[in-house]
């Protein structure tokens, strides 16, 4: 899927997929949240660096319009509980937003991540990802597993708590 | 029953100010439902409002501005004619132009909704940048709120909340603005406004 938004903009070409991270020792809270921090934030500069903005912009901004623009790198991890590890990315010039936390003693984990960038085809979010992904998981010694997409069958899915209205 | 649509670009904290509405929708004896349409094949945000037990119904495969809104239109139908629910938050994906959500809700049939209010949410750590190279989206979003929302003011400096606080009032200079930390207290006027 590939959204025009209008006349002058670049195009946004959602890429999402599920992971599998497993370690060869169980992590910390912080240091999971770390890991996909550093993740997420490699994954931010090399999208920068693809449209040929530097991500060191002394700035902060970007004058001249770029090629390519980050919405939203977002990754979830679900665990029983209600429990979840949330972390976001929007700029390389910032750090990961992290909220929730993972519970103790886990050393591999399943999360998705949904990559939404202006500019750049799926395609190319795809090898950026893999890219990014590899560079953190040889610094960790982590293997990195990737899940096939859930198909969805409906465009109009309720989802409630049983107990809710 | 009350609409409330959270509008902002993608990454602005819509999803964080949901959260923070749904606590207080909840302390205050509200039913709330939550409309979510995100853009991509895996929605991430109603997987994490569904993991916190929240009432949420989702809109995929297209974004809720261009293609989805008669799925908008009838998810509001159902649930006034099924769910008694006080409010319903809607969150447009942060690519949607909130002009043509609006365009959709003549086509509404059910009882009349009691107030429609928009809240829009900034993002100061990026917004002269995005108002520089996505101006058109960004400005209908501030000309449209009700009520503003600085987003990650822990986040940014004093110049950068300044920045965004007078790029913001450049476009709409009416409606309430809040600068807010991130998973901060809502303030009660705020809540109040946004939760009749």
Redesign the interface.
Known sequence: ?S?K??AG?PS?E???L?QRWTLPRSLSPGEWAAMFSDYLAGLARLCAEAGGQASSDAA????A??HV????I???A?FDG?E?L?V????P??GA?V?GSTPSGLSEMPV?L?V?V?GLPAERLAGLTAAAAAAVAGHWGAAVETVP??H?H????????A??? | MHLLLVNGFLGSGKTTLILSLARAAQARGRKAAMIINEIGEIGIDNQLMRQLDLNVWELFNGCICCTLTADLVSTLQTLDAEYDVDVVVVEPSGAADPKNVLTALPYYRGRPLESVRWVTVLDPLRLPMLLEVLEPLIAAGIRQGDCLVISKADLATAEELAEATTLTRAVNDRAPLYCLMLGGELPPDLVAGLLP
């Open positions: 899927m959204l938004l209008a903009l946004l959602p890429y999402a599920q902060g901004r970007n004058r319009a770029p623009v980050i919405g939203h977002k990754l979830l679900l209600g979840y949330r976001s990315m929007v700029s010039r910032h937003t909220t998705t949904n939404l202006y997409l859930p969805h409906h465009h109009h899915e309720r989802t409630e708590h107990d809710q209205p």
